[in-house]
């Protein structure tokens, strides 16, 4: 069946940095697009990065230039590198293809905290 694991979570300080890792099986990974969300309880769930399936990356206004999306098709792993933490970074973040149809995972906490 379809998964997709995330990992990498954690408490990090201002400024800091984590990576986070998306496992992908059950799907034909390379033909779908990767992207992350993030989610504030009480809040909708807010698109943060797109790769898409011929290497071309997206990200929101907030995030650029401190985090980059990347894929690995031969690993079926996608990953989020996320530097210069900040406090209003703090979610839930989600991985999710998107193509023929969508999946998601269920996510990962990330605490932006000193």
């Known amino acids: 069946q379809v998964q997709l694991v995330e990992s990498g979570g954690g408490l990090v300080q201002p400024g800091g940095s984590l990576r986070l890792s998306c496992a992908a099986s059950g799907f034909t990974f390379s033909t779908y697009a990767m992207r992350w969300f993030r989610q504030v309880p009480g809040n909708g769930r807010e698109w943060v990065a797109t790769v898409s399936r011929d290497g071309y990356t997206f990200y929101t206004e907030s995030v650029k230039g401190r985090f980059t999306i990347t894929r690995d098709n031969a690993k079926n792993i996608a990953a989020l590198e996320m530097n210069s933490l900040q406090p209003e970074d703090t979610a839930v973040y989600y991985c999710?293809?998107?193509?023929?149809?969508?999946?998601w995972g269920q996510g990962t906490q990330v605490t932006v905290s000193s």
């Open positions: 999710s293809a998107a193509y023929t149809e969508e999946y």
